[in-house]
């Protein structure tokens, strides 16, 4: 293995020799409101909420292991793929870095690292990961991953499958050696916001949240009957109306987490105040999974609309363009809820006129609030 990157490791060792300490340094040398300013808003009051530090310690913490990432980096890239297993930080400064080969372990020491020598180098747990995601995935596994602490393959098994999936890794070609099994308490699920404009799914069709609600959401009764159950989020249609009326209520789990907003398709989501009615003439701003967020203006109120299905009245006339796919959606004058996207023509290429159901109807159909902010 070539030594030719020792110099790079100089200067690593020099920047290791500069954090040493860093932790009380940095604290006695920044004002802890200006240092905290630096990093994304919200981390490091977050750091001192969940770790129990002061500002000062939190930014410390922060620059002495940002610091060590770079000397993870340059020990990566010196030691190649065949003897690099992987790096770990102990306590708020201590990093620890795995080689296959012992010859090694003073490089890592003179770039201010604990050399820890293993059997297993990351390129390879890495490649039999890989070999696995098709031998589990349709298995009763939670998850899988490298551990380079202990350098090997964890595989978190659920209801105590370990038989089928030892199985499974041999199959796959993975030696037993790198591998252990665990017993997962239960398997993974996905934590959604449930946020007006964003998409759901009933089947192999798409709709659009329309307005967060009292345990779930609105939306278009044209995307599910009674019953119809939903996934990302998960959930069930407690509420539907369609034709006569466009509106339904789907319940959500307790793991996903109805919000008082709109996305507004530009990074950012729109609180929503309340649902006091607009005017003919107001602007209003449509939201929808499929074309995102577009505006015009309210052209009347209490229409009807013959579609192919039948007869929906009491909706509002627009001139906002929508597409398939952003029917459930949210219709907002400023911060006020207005309704959801029910149908209309034309497409946001060439503009259109789109009708929106209420969305107080569909609120007292359901027996629930609308949720505000």
């Avoid at 015009?296 to 609309?305: D, E, F, M, S």
């Amino acid at each position: 293995m070539s030594r030719t990157s020792l110099r790079g490791l100089a200067v690593a060792t020099a920047t290791v020799g500069l954090f040493a300490g860093t932790i009380n340094a940095v604290a006695a040398a920044q004002p802890d409101a200006e240092a905290a300013a630096r990093y994304a808003p919200g981390m490091v009051a977050a750091m001192e909420r969940d770790l129990g530090l002061s500002t000062a310690e939190a930014v410390a913490q922060i620059k002495a292991q940002e610091a060590l990432a770079g000397t993870q980096r340059s020990l990566e890239r010196s030691l190649g793929a065949s003897s690099y297993a992987g790096a770990w930080v102990e306590g708020t400064d201590e990093l620890h870095v795995a080689v296959t080969d012992a010859a090694d372990a003073a490089a890592v020491r003179a770039a201010g690292a604990t050399p820890v020598t293993v059997k297993n180098s990351l390129a390879a747990l890495d490649a039999w990961t890989a070999d696995l995601d098709g031998a589990l995935s349709e298995s009763d596994v939670a998850s899988y991953y490298v551990d380079v602490e202990t350098n090997e393959i964890v595989i978190d098994v659920v209801r105590g499958a370990k038989a089928d999936v030892a199985a499974a890794v041999a199959e796959a070609g993975v030696p037993a050696s790198a591998v252990t099994l665990s017993t997962a308490a239960e398997r993974p699920r996905t934590l959604i916001n449930v946020i007006g404009g964003n998409a759901y799914f009933i089947g192999g069709s798409r709709c659009s949240v329309g307005f967060a609600a009292t345990g779930g959401f609105v939306t278009a009764g044209h995307c599910g009957s009674r019953g119809a159950t939903t996934s990302q989020p998960s959930g069930t249609f407690q509420v539907s109306s369609f034709p006569g009326n466009d509106y339904a209520y789907v319940n959500v789990g307790s793991d996903d987490t109805p919000i008082a907003s709109v996305n507004n398709y530009n990074g950012g989501t729109v609180n929503v105040s309340g649902s006091s009615a607009a005017a003919v003439g107001a602007t209003v701003c449509r939201s929808g999974s499929t074309t995102g967020w577009h505006c015009g203006t309210i052209q009347a109120l209490n229409a009807t609309v013959n579609y192919a299905e039948g007869s929906v009245s009491g909706l509002i006339r627009t001139s906002v363009c929508a597409e398939p796919g952003d029917s459930g959606g949210s219709l907002l004058a400023g911060t006020q809820a207005q309704g959801m996207t029910s149908g209309g023509s034309g497409n946001c290429s060439s503009g259109g006129t789109t009708y929106f159901q209420p969305v107080g109807e569909a609120l007292s159909a359901a027996g629930v609030s609308l949720l505000t902010r």
